[in-house]
């Protein structure tokens, strides 16, 4: 397991390609921070492109878990090693400045340690099998081809089985409000003011952001007017609503960036807006 | 009797190296030294990139390729993360003393229990001739044409010296390879880089002054000539550090 804020993240890249070039299980812990260059030191979800899209060089994924509460911060970073273990795929923990800086109660979960088989590893031979090889140089592009194709069967079970989000409000909802980490927290707030105000209002959580839950955002295109993307950037998991939902329904993108954290009323407006354009 | 086998710690993989290669008789020398402590079975050997990024198909223990210059890195978890394994790492100029000069001098710094083979053959050889941090002064490489100028390309990075300035290490020495004296000796300096490792007294480091007979556009034996007269002037070969043998003089 490793830590570290957006530039820190930037420099391991290197590294993280190469472990999932050799398929190995690993964590990442990412507390991100505003960028572009050395950006600031407040919260900011800027990073989710670089998380979500590979980040270093070469074909591959990590699995991003966003947590949005100390106590997920905890839950997830033990399915986070379970995920990363039973795939052989390193992931990362997508976190911001906020959820690395509060303070809330949590219950940190009983957990037998668990003893997992690990053939490939290199921990010496004991002269009792042929030698162990970490390694993520396949100088035949045959081989190359089929050691990606092998790892992409497996993103495909994980991309069948493991995305997780939460709903809020979904039920009858007209407007889908998408947002992850410290801004679905912000936005489950203007969620339930707006429910007051009689707009018809809900919210879709990512909690894994790769595998993206596009099953749960495509059922909903079918049933509401529109989607806002809340986030803490320019607009980069938009872009993955949009192709969940294969544009079918408008997307529009509530934001600030460089450290800066949209407030309830601003996710607010931005619904009621929505709502007025939509009828 | 036998007099001249294979080393057990080496597969039987050929060897991809050109002719007259001297990285060939270093896999051998490092071979030996596992075979005369009899770790094998708990060694755990680091690529580098560069030519002998293939060392993990050449050595018969466990082995890791590790990114370009990150090497000592990986030794460093490795032994941390089971001190009871003996692991080195394998390394070129290009890799250990360009990209990779931060995990080298804080690997060194921390006197990591681990041990370093570093072949310095002054030129990136896989890659087909490039000036490496190790090239002479005038040397003629695919990056300098007209010789290595010291006004533009600086001076060549001299590994031992610099990292025996640290109170850190353990043992440093450079040897070479271009003679069978000097074979002998370098077989010596590496089996007590690995001893020092089993008997836990921390980082060592073998420069081995190497020949890049393709990419110095000699014949074999002209490479050696060369190390000969003009690496060995330029790198001096012996005992840079050696703490315990210091400590015994007190
Ligand atoms: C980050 C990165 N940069 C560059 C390369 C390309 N590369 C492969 S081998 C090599 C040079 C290695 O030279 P050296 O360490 O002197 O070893 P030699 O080949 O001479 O044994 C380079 C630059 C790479 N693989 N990775
Ligand atoms: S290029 Fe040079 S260092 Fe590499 S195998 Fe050939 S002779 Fe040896």
């Known amino acids: 397991m490793t830590s570290s804020s957006s530039p820190g993240i930037s420099l391991k890249q290197e590294g ?10 690993a964590l990442i812990v990412n507390v991100q921070r505003g960028g572009p260059g050395l950006g600031g030191i407040q919260p900011s979800q800027s990073d989710y492109f670089q998380a979500t ?52 109660p949590v219950e940190l979960p009983e957990i037998a340690p668990k003893e997992s088989e690990k053939p490939w590893a290199v921990r010496g031979t004991k002269m009792e099998r042929e030698h162990n090889i970490i390694n993520s140089l396949y100088l035949k592009p045959e081989i190359l081809e089929k050691t990606n194709f092998e790892r992409f069967e497996r993103y495909k079970a994980i991309e069948e089985n493991e995305a ?3 709903e809020y409000m979904m039920d009858d909802a007209e407007i889908c409000v998408v947002a992850f980490g410290i801004a679905a927290r912000v936005s489950k707030n203007a969620v339930t003011a707006a429910r007051k105000k009689g707009i018809k209002v809900g919210l879709i959580r990512p909690i894994t952001l790769w595998p993206f839950p596009k099953e749960a955002l495509k059922k909903a295109a079918d049933k509401v007017k529109g989607f806002i993307s809340v986030e803490l950037s320019m607009g980069q998991m938009i872009e993955d609503i949009k192709l969940s939902t294969e544009c079918k329904k408008p997307v529009e993108l509530c934001n600030r960036t460089g450290g800066m954290i949209p407030t309830p009323e601003e996710v607010l407006a931005s619904i009621e807006k929505l709502a007025k354009e939509a009828k | 009797m036998v007099v001249f086998e294979k080393p057990k710690a080496l597969t039987d993989a050929p060897l ?12 051998r020398l490092v071979a030996e030294a596992i075979d005369e402590l009899g770790v094998e079975g708990k060694t755990v050997g680091v690529a ?39 692991i080195f790492t394998y390394q070129g100029d290009g890799d250990l003393a360009s990209i990779g000069m931060a995990e080298t001098v804080h690997a060194a710094t921390r006197n990591e229990n681990i041990t370093i083979i570093f072949v310095n053959n002054a030129i990136y050889g896989m890659t087909g001739g490039q000036m ?20 533009v390309q600086g001076f060549p990075i001299k590994v ?27 077989k010596k300096a590496i089996l007590k880089a690995f001893k ?39 790198y001096p070969l012996g005992v840079y550090k050696d703490k315990s043998a210091e400590k015994k003089e007190d």
């Not at chain 2, 991809?16 to 001297?22: E, F, I, N």
């Not at chain 2, 990024?53 to 090497?71: K, P, T």
């Not at chain 2, 610099?162 to 290490?169: H, I, K, T, V, Y």
């Open chain 1, 16 to 25: 993280i390609s190469y472990i999932a070039g050799a398929d190995l299980p």
């Open chain 1, 53 to 104: 899209k590979g980040g270093g060089h070469g074909d591959y994924h990590l699995i991003v878990l966003a947590p949005a509460s100390v106590q997920e911060m905890a839950d997830l970073t033990i399915k986070a090693f379970d995920l990363s273990e039973k795939y052989r795929v390193p992931t990362m923990l997508l976190a911001d400045g906020t959820m690395g800086q509060m303070m809330e």
């Open chain 1, 164 to 166: 997780m989000y939460e």
């Open chain 2, 16 to 27: 991809h190296y050109c002719p007259g290669c001297t990285h060939g008789i270093i896999h």
């Open chain 2, 48 to 86: 580098p990139v560069g030519c002998a990024v293939m060392a993990y198909d050449y050595f018969a223990c466990d082995m890791v390729e590790a990114a370009h210059g990150r090497a000592p890195a990986v030794a460093t978890g490795l032994k941390r993360a089971m001190p009871e394994n003996i």
């Open chain 2, 132 to 151: 490496a941090p190790t090239s002479l002064p005038g040397q003629v490489t695919q990056t300098s044409p007209y010789g290595r100028d010291t006004a």
């Open chain 2, 160 to 186: 031992s010296e610099m990292l025996s300035a640290l109170d850190g290490p353990e043992y440093i020495e450079r040897v070479a390879v271009n003679n069978v004296k000097n074979v002998k000796n370098a």
């Open chain 2, 196 to 234: 020092n490792q089993v008997e836990g007294k921390g980082f060592s480091l073998i420069e081995v002054v190497s020949s890049c007979p393709t990419n110095w556009g000699m014949t074999p034996s002209k490479a050696l000539e060369w190390v000969e007269e003009k690496m060995i002037p330029y």
